[in-house]
């Protein structure tokens, strides 16, 4: 008895357990991953074979699945985990849900890309496979991340402004790069443009940048012609690097606004000692107290060898003046630097004509050529509005006395009245 007894707890525990294994393979996507891709390299889940991938590549992962059973809406989704800035730059994709039918496998390609700023390390591709109402099926992949030899990326593109620039006004702008290679870059080449107006600054050269270093351009003048017609332009940052071979390029939007269209500004050029200057003689409009007005000169080396040149000002007493990237150039043999004079009228300089004079040394000290430069100074915009507000206070504080000189009369003529023809108010009677 006791061993039909223990027979038949035996039998009932297999069942059980038969019925548990059942129930878990119902809940289970019926589907099994046969294969994971990376551009054609099989990864496995055992972490026996791991792909190498460089900082920036994007790459095809394709996922080979078999089904087991029939299912409607198989969902398939891959990402990276590990990144540190996963929530803005998210490793990642997926297909749309399809239906299998079962002893059919089907293979669907996702794409992704590896963060520039992804740490050089091995890292985890999980990839999922669930339906509407089963238990997903995962599995773990490695990747193994890598910089590359020779990479340069731009970090940050800085335009100002951005809106509303009136049309004869100048965009500055700054590039700031960053070496993720392992290699050091020599004569890192920076230039921007405003391709569908012609315009295109002097490029800036950064002479080393190590692996994992940053560095930020000089600041780019681009002058937006007078007579430019309104609209949204690009302006292109553009970064050479590996002797040329290699180029990366950022785009930001600027919004023009229309200008007073004159005719064009005579430009002018003299060469003496080797070098060419070329500069604006065209009149510039500012006003007192108000924002800097530019004056490009740039400076060619014809020679053939690098040289130095100053920029000083004089005459200018009623302006304040700098000077952008600086007052001292280096130019190579065969290239050119420009150099930007800002200059702004004080508060109290004389409405009219002004002028001053740029002088242009070379290394030695010698003068090489000086440029005699115009200036109309015009009234401050604000000037009149000051006015009128000084008129409006004004008005207040006299409305407010006559206010205050009202209330004081009534105040007077109802403490007459209460008091009666006689000067002795009501008071209270006696009765006898």
């Given at each position: ?254 919004t023009v606004v ?14 003496a000692g080797g ?113 009128v507000a000084g ?42």
């Amino acid at each position: 008895m006791k061993m039909l007894k223990g027979l038949f707890l035996s039998v009932v525990m297999v069942l059980l357990g038969v019925l548990f294994a059942v129930s878990a393979l119902a809940d289970k996507v019926p589907v099994s991953i046969s294969a994971v891709e990376v551009d054609g390299f099989e990864l496995s889940a055992s972490d026996v074979n791991v792909r190498d991938l460089e900082r920036g590549e994007e790459f095809t992962l394709k996922v080979n699945i078999k089904a087991l059973a029939n299912a409607k809406d198989v969902e398939i989704r891959a990402f990276v985990t590990g990144f540190e800035f996963s929530s803005t730059e998210d490793i990642s994709d997926e297909v749309t849900p399809f239906d299998v039918e079962q002893n059919v496998s089907y293979v669907k390609t996702l794409k992704m890309k590896l963060p520039e700023r992804a740490d050089e390390d091995k890292y985890r591709i999980r990839v999922i496979v669930a339906g509407r109402d089963n238990d997903e099926l995962v599995q773990n992949y490695r990747i193994k991340v890598t910089p590359t030899d020779h990479e340069v990326v731009i970090r940050d593109f800085s335009v100002n402004p951005e809106e509303g620039i009136m049309a004869g006004r100048a965009v500055l702008a700054t590039v700031r790069v960053k070496n993720i290679g392992d290699s050091r870059e020599n004569d890192v080449k920076v230039r921007v443009s405003i391709p569908d107006l012609g315009v295109t600054a002097s490029p800036d050269f950064i002479d080393e940048l190590d692996s994992e270093e940053s560095a930020t351009s000089e600041e780019f003048f681009l002058r937006i012609d007078q007579c430019t017609k309104p609209g949204t332009y690009d302006v292109k940052a553009e970064v050479t690097f590996e002797e040329g071979d290699k180029t990366v390029v950022a785009k930001k939007q600027i919004t023009v606004v229309k200008g007073q269209c004159e005719p064009a500004a005579v430009q002018s050029s003299v060469s003496a000692g080797g070098v060419k200057i070329a500069y604006s003689s065209e009149p510039q409009s500012v006003e007192q107290g108000g924002a800097a007005v530019a004056y490009p000169v740039t400076i060619v080396n014809e020679g053939n060898s690098a040289r130095s040149y100053s920029v000083s000002v004089s005459g200018a007493d009623w302006a304040i003046v700098r000077m952008s990237p600086g007052n001292v150039v280096n130019v190579k043999p065969g290239d050119s630097q420009t150099v930007y004079v800002f200059v702004s009228a004080s508060r109290s300089a004389a409405i009219g004509a002004q002028g001053f004079v740029l002088r242009i040394k070379d290394q030695s000290g010698e003068t090489v050529k000086e440029l005699p430069m115009s200036a109309s100074v015009v009234a401050s915009s604000t000037s009149g509005a000051a006015g009128v507000a000084g008129m409006v206070q004004l008005l207040q504080l006299g409305l407010i006395a006559l206010i205050v000189v009202l209330v004081v009369v009534g105040v007077v003529v109802a403490f007459r009245r209460v008091k009666g023809p006689g000067g002795e108010g009501e008071g209270t009677q006696t009765y006898y």
